[in-house]
Each structure stands twice: as C-alpha cells, then as structure tokens.
C-alpha cells in the first residue's frame, strides 16, 4: 500500500523539516511512503524547508484555515493514489515515528479511520491548560451525544484514513475539520478507532494556529457542530426544537387555563393568550420543517453515496 503523509503548516519554519526528517521511510506493509506538506499561506520560509527536504508541496497563497488545507490534502492525496493517508501538523506536537503505530489498524484492515487519543491512557495525559483540558471534554460529550458513541478524544489533529473513507468524506467547515468527521463518518458507519500516543501539550514554538483563543476556538467549533447534527438527525434536531416550542405554549395556555379556574379571570396573564397561541404556531411549523429537512436528509445520503460511487471510479481508474 501507498501511504501518503500530510502535513498541515502555516508559518512553521523552525519544525517542518524536522518533521519531515522524522517521517518513517520503511513501515511494515507499505510499499511507498510520499510526503505531502500543505502551506497555508506561510509568510515564512516554511514551503521552501519543505521542499529541500524533498516533500511535495502545496500552497495556499493566503491563510485559508485549517479545514480547507486538510481538504485540500485529502484531494491531493487521492491524485497521487493514496491507500492510506496520514494527517498531521508541523509543529512536532505529534511524533512522526509514531506513524507506524496509528496506521496499524487499517493496515491490518479493521478500521477505516483512526485517531489518536490524547487521554485515554492517563499515562500520556499531556501537560495542558486546565481549560483546554476541559474543553476538550466537553466536546467529547457534545460529539458522543450526537454520534451514541464513546469516543475519548474528539479534537486531535493527527489521524489516517483508508482510501474508501477519504472517498466517503464530505466536510464543509473551513475553520477546522476534527469534530467535524466523527459526526459524517459515524452517519456514513466508517469503523472508527482511537490510538492512544505521547503528545506534546504546549508547543516548543509559537501558539496554536487554531486553539490559541479557547472561547472563539469553542463558538467556532461548537457552529461547526450544530450545523453538522443539523444535517445528520435533521429530525431530531428540528422536531426537538418545535417540540420545545408548543410544549412552551401548552405550559402557557394550561397556566392562564388554572389561574382563570382560581381567579375568575385571565388578568393580569391575558397576554399569554397570544405568546402560547404563537409558540403553537411556531412549534408545529418547527416539526413540519423537521419532516420535509428528513426527507431533504435522504436525498442527501443519496446523493452522497452516488458521490462516493463517482469518486471511486475517477481516481480508481487514475491508478
């Protein structure tokens, strides 16, 4: 098989190369392994490291985001006839030698995409802000309530994906993309398995590309979330919210109902007559959105496997 390793980068000329130098060369049932390194719109001399150290690179000309860089790996990647892809960052965080170890499982076949887990075996808990540490538990929770699964960590960026998977994803957030997968590849039953590996919790250089402001790093992700929970229970999430609604009105109308049985009369709660009857409305138009959003959802999945099916055969027949 062809493993291909994608680096993501954005201004970081002082790790790429040793990243690139510390990529494994011989890993047991891979045949080739390619070095692809993806310059966000580095203002440094990041893409020409890279390039004296014989990867492939790839450059935005402006900082377009993370999400779009790591789309913009999976499509190269594909071009150049990946079996599997390895995704990552340049800032030596993850360690390239551990590739070996996070590919195992689709090497051997039995998953689809594989992440690495930060704090799964407390062992390797890396050293990190509290409120990142919270953060990322929480979105665990967030992730695991949407998909019904157990995943421990939901936000690390070093992953790999088999070819059939990178063909079955479609990802659509620009700021970033990790949350984001585990919501379309569970939707799409892509076996998923985590590996848990060292990882450095601060960076030796520089801050966080993404993570460097926890609170816009949350409402971004969390808006990345909710349109993809949006998308994948389309019901649920719009029949939830109108359901909320009418049971607004109901409280509404069943309060002024006993206040009128005491007092005789619906003074001073007369105006609940109007909000209650608007939240009806309201939440009945909700759960008729979330009936025509589940059918729009199953013309989606349709569309999407006669996607998958159109991408398989134009980079099969590519090889």
Partial sequence: MKLV???????????????IDLVPRSIS???????????????????????????????????KGVGVAFSTGVLEALKQHADIVVNMDADMQFDPRDIPKLIEPIVKKYAGFVTCTRFKDPALMPEMPGIKIWGNRLVVKIINYITKQHFSDVSCGFRAFSHDTLLRLNLFGDFTYTQETFID???????????????RGVREFGRSKVANNVISYGVRSLIIMIRAMRDFKPLKFFGGIGISVMALGVFSYGF????????????????????????????????????????????????????????????????
């Fill in 5 to 19: 390793v994608n680096i993501l980068a954005y201004n970081e000329e002082k790790t790429v190369g040793q990243v």
């Fill in 29 to 63: 049932g891979i045949r080739e392994v390619m070095i692809e390194v993806i310059d966000d719109g580095s203002t440094d001399r990041t893409a020409a490291i890279a390039s004296e150290k014989g990867a492939y690179v790839v450059k935005h000309h402006t900082n």
């Fill in 185 to 199: 590849l569970v939707q799409k039953k892509v076996i998923i398995a985590e590996v848990p590996l060292k990882v």
């Fill in 256 to 319: 002024l109902f006993i206040h009128w049985l005491i007092a005789q009369r619906t003074w001073p709660f007369a105006s609940l007559l109007i909000i209650g009857g608007g939240m009806l409305i309201v939440g009945f138009l909700l759960i008729v959105l979330a009936l025509i959003a589940d059918m729009l959802g199953r013309i989606k999945r349709i569309e999407e496997e006669s996607l998958y099916y159109n991408k398989r055969t134009i980079y099969n027949n590519q090889k």
